[in-house]
């Protein structure tokens, strides 16, 4: 299975996992067939990935964070508050609404918990929301509460503490949606004032929230050096945990282009807060950011920078940043005749250029050879157009394992 950019995916391609409406309605099962119709439409809803079956990538298992169920509660929870937070004259949520926000976060927290491996920056999470603004929010919410939760875990967090911090870390944000600036569209999520994080502030601790999750909401613009706002307080004044999640924000802020339109990928993105590491970050959580998250997740279709598009299949714990890529497109969008890994740990002119599957593969047979069957397939090694190995793949019955199991049963 593959993560294939939307507008990317071809007629004929089957769903690798279901598609879900703001509702929390099916809109698509797994298995469904995707027509043309079809893929403009979700991508006019908004859904910028797909997760689709992909001939030749059955061993490959994209990790999501965290479970489907966990996914749609959280995502609820957001909208939820979102709803009382944006009420004219509401001054504090609901007894309701702050208990679901807990409940939320413990399964943050329990998934996160359960998971060996570090966690994949969720790129990937969408929220089924309809209006870009909301969506907009509510994807930035999940993805800070994902990350800034995980570190808090490997950090030894105790327990209701990682629970206030996952709700601090979803919330940070939710001061913009009482601010003037914030209501007035998406463009006001990169726009930097104070303001919204007083408002959020005063919001969280007046529902009753503990102070850590309110303490989120008022730090996390807050800077090392004192150069961040609303106090410029620098330092250690700024909690440990709370430092986490304004990294994790400015980070995902730079991936989705939340500032000037411009997604940078990845590791662009690190590399803009390196420049800040020392000065506005703390040196040592920004390198711990580039060395224990997987920048590019298991099953994300990417380009080289040879022009060769594949799937990441694999990760080196040791270095994940630069994974294993089966290369299954030639630079021309030719398909290969035989899917071949990359080592990009190994091949170090080697990088990955871009996070798009511009020519995908046709995995009917009839399109260019035999597919992206590769199982069991005995292949000498031969050279690539940049001059590395390629490597031999073969499929194993793993991926059995997950499609044994239905996630969706519970819907
Ligand atoms: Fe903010
Ligand atoms: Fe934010």
Sequence with gaps: MIIMPTLHCKPGMKLGRSVYSEQRQVLARRGFVLSEGIIRRFHEMGFPFLHVEEEGTEDITPEQA??????????????????????????????????????????????????????????????????????????????????????????????????ALAMGAMLHDIGRLRTREGQEGPAALGEDDGAHAEAG?????DSGFPLLAAHCALFHHERMDGSGYPFGVGGARIHEMVQWVGIVDAFDTLVHGRIDGRPMLPHEAIEVLYAGAGTLYDFDKIKRLRDRFALFPVGTVVRLNTGEI??????????????????????????????????????????????????????????????????????????????????????????????????????
Aim: one cysteine or more; aromatic letters at 6%; a neutral charge.
């Design 66 to 163: 965290i479970r489907d169920e966990t996914l749609i509660v959280l995502h609820s929870a957001i909208a939820l508050v979102m709803e009382e937070a944006s009420a004219p004259g509401r001054e504090s949520l609901s007894f309701e609404t702050v208990r679901f926000c807990h409940d939320a976060a413990a399964m943050l927290v329990n998934d996160l918990r359960s998971r060996k491996d570090p966690v994949c920056l969720p790129i990937h999470l969408t929220t089924m929301m309809q209006d870009g603004g909301r969506r907009q929010f509510a994807e930035h919410a999940l993805n800070v509460a994902v990350c800034s939760t995980r570190t808090a875990i490997e950090a030894g967090l105790p327990g209701e503490e990682l629970i």
């Design 201 to 205: 502030y005063l919001l969280l601790r």
């Design 310 to 411: 594949g799937v990441v299949s694999r990760l080196h714990e040791d270095n994940k940043q630069r994974p294993v890529v089966r290369v299954f497109s030639h630079a021309d969008g030719s398909r290969v005749a035989k899917p071949f890994e990359l080592d990009l740990k190994r091949h170090l002119h080697l990088m990955i250029g871009s996070l798009d599957g511009g020519k995908a593969p046709d995995p009917s047979p009839a399109c260019g050879g035999a597919g992206l069957k590769t199982a069991n397939v005995e292949q000498q090694p031969e050279k690539t157009a940049a001059g590395a190995r390629r490597e031999p793949v073969t499929v194993g019955p793993q991926w059995r394992r997950y499609w044994g199991k239905d996630w969706f049963q519970f819907v």
